[in-house]
Structure formats: C-alpha cells, structure tokens
C-alpha cells in the first residue's frame, strides 16, 4: 500500500484547524483504543470540513451512509436547520449501538435518526428529498448509492464521498484489488456524468464533493 499522506502536513494541517469539541474527542480517543479499523474515522481535520461545509449549506435533510462511530454525523448535523433531520446507515450492529450511545450524549440527538440494516434496501423507504448526502460505506457499492440517491438530491444539493483515493492505490499504473478498482470505477463515472459538476479534493483520503446541477 502506497503512503499517500505526508504526515507532516496533516499535523500541520491540525494545528491550524478549529479544534473539535469533548465529545469528538471522546469518540476519537475510543475508537483508536477500541477499534480494529480506527483508521476508518473521519478525524479532526476531515471532521471540520464536515462541519463547515454543513454550516456553508445549512441542510434540512442529511443522508449519511455509513454511521461507523458517529464521528461524521455528529459533525454534519451542526449546519442542520432548526427543524432538520440527519438519517445514518450502518450495517453493523455493534458499530450502531456504540454510535448510538455517543449520539444519546449529543446536543444533536434528537435530531441524528439511526438506520441499522443495508443501506440499499433502507435508502427506498425513506420516501424524502435530500439537500446533502454523505457516502463513506462499502466502496464496491459507492456507484449504486450514488445512482440510488441522486435522484432524490435536490437540484443544487451535494454528495460528498469519502476515500476517493483509497490510500493512494488509484495512482498505481494497473490498479489491483476490488476497493481501489470501485473507487476508480466510481471516480470515471463522475467525470463521464452530466448531471453533476465535481472536484476532488486531497484531504486525508480524498474527499469528492459533487453538486447536482
């Protein structure tokens, strides 16, 4: 695997970035102790560009698929509107229930709803409209979540995704593996849509921002 972030850049990056609060740091510091895929966090600075951007739009739907530890939720629902909603997906019971207990300490936690099951059975049933959506889950699926939800993104809306570099893998002459073959799969298809307009951005693992047009 290709080390693809320049670690003295990221703390650099940390240090000039608004700190988070108690309870993200609580999250983070249990996930680190606790979690075999800790690496799968969000993270401080990648969790302020969550947030910021949330506030930027000021949602009244948000869709995250894929809660993990709740890191990235909690950050998205600070831009929601007074009287919005934040749907999560997780498909692993026990990552729900510990994002559940950290959501039930959060000034959000009314406002955070979380969905335990696949997202692409849950998605069709949520019969809603969303001004922003947030994909970071399995990377074979990231085309039909994309499909699935862009219909139901309202026209100007976004969808950021997660780990659009996959470790740098999608820089290797002849990608190998099924997750970086996704991700790159998913990256031509953006570029090849003329629905939306997009930019990679190289924060932490690659973050693209789409807008439908």
């Known amino acids: 695997m ?5 670690h003295a850049a990221e703390n650099y990056a940390a240090n000039y970035t608004s700190l988070t609060d108690e309870l993200l740091k609580e999250i983070e510091q249990y996930t680190y102790k606790n979690h075999p895929e ?3 966090l969000s993270g401080p600075v990648q969790g302020k560009l969550l947030e910021l951007i949330s506030k930027m739009l000021q949602p009244k739907r948000v869709l995250e698929i894929g809660t993990f530890m709740g890191y990235s939720a909690l950050c998205l629902a600070k831009g929601l509107t007074s009287d919005g909603t934040l749907h999560t997906l ?3 019971k026990e990552d729900a229930a510990i994002a559940n207990n950290f959501f039930s300490k959060s000034l959000y936690a009314k406002k955070i709803i979380l969905h335990i099951g696949n997202a692409l059975e849950i998605i069709p049933q949520l019969h809603e409209t ?3 959506i947030f994909i970071d889950a399995d990377k074979v699926n990231y085309i039909n979540y ?4 862009l219909p139901l993104l309202k026209q100007g809306g976004y969808i950021l995704a997660d780990n659009v570099l996959f470790h740098g893998e999608v820089l290797a002459q002849e990608i190998k593996g099924k997750n970086p073959k996704a991700i790159h799969a998913f990256n ?3 570029k090849k849509d003329q629905r939306t307009e997009q930019v990679l951005m190289t924060v932490r693992d690659g973050v693209m921002m789409i807008r439908k047009k």
Request: cysteine-free; hydrophobic content about 45%.
């Open 130 to 132: 969303w001004d922003l």
């Open 146 to 149: 994309y499909e699935l939800t």
């Open 38 to 40: 800790a690496q799968m």
């Open 188 to 190: 031509e298809h953006l």
């Open 2 to 6: 290709k080390e693809l972030i320049n």
């Open 90 to 92: 997780e498909i692993k």
